[in-house]
T-cell receptor, first 111, second 111 residues
Framework: QQQVKQSPQSLIVQKGGIPIINCAYENTAFDYFPWYQQFPGKGPALLIAIRPDVSEKKEGRFTISFNKSAKQFSLHIMDSQPGDSATYFC??????????FGQGTRLTINP | DSGVTQTPKHLITATGQRVTLRCSPR?????VYWYQQSLDQGLQFLIQYYNGEERAKGNILERFSAQQFPDLHSELNLSSLELGDSALYFC??????????FGEGSWLTVV
């Protein structure tokens, strides 16, 4: 019940495309769903987060869509750029601190 | 820069040896977390300390131990090292109830 399943493992998109990364969780007690972005040689950095009282949250070119009944959430990156190439991790937890991470998605944006 | 400082950045050691990884949390953060990241396991939560006390335990091996000192810095001790312990070890910190911020990690290679 503590797993967070993330897909795909890797994704290649052309510049300007909209990569979508999906995550599914099992524990209905989870109430905090962040996405972290990690560049090579760096630690994960918080990108955007959502709580289950809303179905969508946008910050700049990044959007989280949340489906509470399906226990799924996804990250969309609008107008993707080569600089967005990184590994993205979804996470879920009871509060911002007790996080379970997905396995990560390696995203490549081709020029 | 997240404000979380980890040392050393890289470490190469032999099997059977013991190493200590050090972490200074962001100013004012009382919680410190340790995560292990390997290629096939993603981000695995090891242990959390809050103001010097152990708060939560994850998939931490008995050969590993951690502590948080009165000045809030933390150390992760890894002993009887095996080849499979080679990984990137992240420290993270947070204020109570707030977002977790990661350091840049300590690369451990066991040869």
């Amino acid at each position: 019940q503590q797993q967070v399943k993330q897909s795909p493992q890797s994704l290649i998109v052309q510049k300007g495309g909209i990569p979508i990364i999906n995550c599914a969780y099992e524990n209905t007690a989870f109430d905090y769903f962040p996405w972290y972005q990690q560049f090579p040689g760096k630690g994960p950095a918080l990108l955007i987060a959502i709580r289950p009282d809303v179905s969508e949250k946008k910050e700049g070119r990044f959007t989280i869509s949340f489906n509470k009944s399906a226990k799924q959430f996804s990250l969309h990156i609008m107008d993707s750029q080569p600089g967005d190439s990184a590994t993205y991790f979804c996470a879920a937890g009871e509060g911002a601190q007790k996080l379970v991470f997905g396995q990560g998605t390696r995203l490549t944006i081709n020029p | 820069d997240s404000g979380v400082t980890q040392t050393p950045k890289h470490l190469i050691t032999a099997t059977g040896q013991r190493v200590t990884l050090r972490c200074s949390p962001r100013s004012g953060d009382l919680s410190v977390y340790w995560y292990q990241q390997s290629l096939d396991q993603g981000l695995q939560f090891l242990i959390q300390y809050y103001n010097g006390e152990e708060r939560a335990k994850g998939n931490i091996l008995e050969r590993f131990s951690a502590q948080q000192f009165p000045d809030l810095h933390s150390e992760l001790n890894l002993s009887s090292l095996e080849l499979g312990d080679s990984a990137l070890y992240f420290c993270a910190s947070s204020a109570l109830g707030n977002t977790i911020y990661f350091g840049e990690g300590s690369w451990l290679t066991v040869v």
